[in-house]
Structures are given as structure tokens and as C-alpha cells.
């Protein structure tokens, strides 16, 4: 059984918050779901081995994740299907701090990017085949 997010969660704040999913976890998200990550405050996202990210509500797509100036990222693995809402791509880095993203399979990303970042990136980023847009 999937666990379903219905809206976005927010891991950022003052105590610096961090989230992890660990290997094999299965998150189905509703149209508004997603993860904002260090947008507001230091937030962490840990995304541990061969986890599913998809949209399944309806059959329709998910916001995706938005990491911010004060993220701090690490992916290491899995497949997020049917996200990018947000308006830029699956995984959103909006001046991101620091961190890496690798072995991550991407399929239907909404608006064309799975990766998208403003500024040329700090992250890691190990990710053959998937579209990558850097806009200086």
C-alpha cells in the first residue's frame, strides 16, 4: 500500500527539518502534492535507495519537488513519474544550497524537464538520460 500525500509537505523551518524515505517506499501523490524543501529555513530531503514517486489520483499529475536557497538534497535512487506542476520540472531547484541527485528514472514529466535549476547548479547530479534545464 502506497502512502498518499494530498498536499505539499514542507520540510523547512528555523529547526532546520529533515525527512527521509527510506529504500523501497511507495508515495502516490494527489494533484496539489509534492515536497517543498529549504524554502523558508534549512530543510533536508533524504530519498534512500529504489523509492516510487507518481501521481495517481485520478490519473492525473503531481506537483514534484521544489528545493529552495536553503535545501540541502539526497537522492540516491528510484523513479518519479507524472510530476511537475509546479510549472518548471519533476525536480525543481530554485537556487538550491547543496547537495547530490543520482540514479533517479524519471517518466512523463510535466512541461518536458525532469531536472530544472536558474543558476547553473551546485547539486551532484548523476542523472543519464534525463533532460536536464539550466537556465543561466
Known amino acids: 500500500t502506497p502512502y ?6 514542507v520540510v523547512s523551518g528555523v529547526s532546520a527539518p529533515s525527512l527521509t524515505i ?3 517506499a511507495t508515495v502516490e ?3 496539489e502534492g509534492g515536497f517543498v524543501v529549504g524554502a ?3 530543510g533536508t530531503l533524504n530519498i534512500l535507495g529504489n523509492s516510487s514517486f507518481f501521481g495517481g489520483f485520478g490519473g492525473g499529475a503531481w506537483y514534484g519537488m521544489e528545493f529552495g536557497f536553503s535545501s540541502v538534497i539526497n537522492i540516491q535512487g528510484g523513479t518519479i513519474e507524472d510530476a511537475g506542476t ?3 520540472a519533476a525536480l525543481y531547484c530554485n537556487n538550491c544550497a547543496n547537495g547530490s541527485i543520482s540514479n533517479v528514472t524519471f517518466a512523463n514529466s510535466v512541461g518536458g524537464c ?4 536558474k543558476l ?3 547539486i551532484s547530479l548523476n542523472l543519464p538520460g534525463a533532460n536536464l534545464c539550466i537556465v543561466p
Not at 498518499?4 to 509537505?9: E, G, N, S
Not at 525532469?114 to 535549476?117: G, I, K, L, N, S
Open 4 to 9: 498518499v500525500v494530498t498536499d505539499r509537505i
Open 120 to 122: 547553473p547548479t551546485p
Open 22 to 24: 527510506n529504500d523501497g
Open 86 to 88: 509546479n510549472g518548471f
Open 40 to 42: 523558508a529555513g534549512t
Open 114 to 117: 525532469d531536472f530544472y535549476d
Open 29 to 31: 501523490f494527489w494533484p
